[in-house]
């Protein structure tokens, strides 16, 4: 099982970004995908979920500002970020739902 986050950056509050995970290994199709992120100095925290039939579930911080999606023929997860706040500051991570595996994460930096 391998995941490979990427799209994180600077950017400046209020602006977006929007994070891609090729994720392998695993049925993708058939799993439940979860963005999860890691603030500096604090524990690692649940984002959103998609279930392979499209319903989605966002923590209540970014519901609103953060959608979501995948591609089960390619195998990717994204997460598109708007009106992006300094707390939202963090490494951003993908993993199929309960999976022990995590990636390495991309990193996220929101400041003027």
């Known amino acids: 099982v391998q995941y490979a986050e990427s799209g994180g950056g600077l950017v400046q509050p209020g602006g977006s970004l929007r994070l891609s995970c090729a994720a392998s290994?695993?049925?993708?199709?058939?799993?439940?995908m979860t963005w999860h992120r890691q603030p500096p100095e604090q524990a690692r925290e649940w984002v959103a979920t998609?279930?392979?039939?499209?319903?989605?579930f966002y923590t209540d911080s970014v519901r609103g500002r953060f959608t979501i999606s995948r591609d089960d023929d390619t195998a990717t997860l994204w997460l598109q970020m708007d009106s992006l706040k300094p707390e939202d500051t963090a490494v951003y991570y993908c993993?199929?739902?309960?999976?022990?595996?995590w990636g390495q994460g991309t990193q996220v930096t929101v400041s003027s």
């Open positions: 993993q199929e739902a309960n999976s022990p595996t």
């Open positions: 290994g695993f049925s993708f199709g058939e799993a439940i």
């Open positions: 998609m279930f392979p039939g499209g319903a989605t």
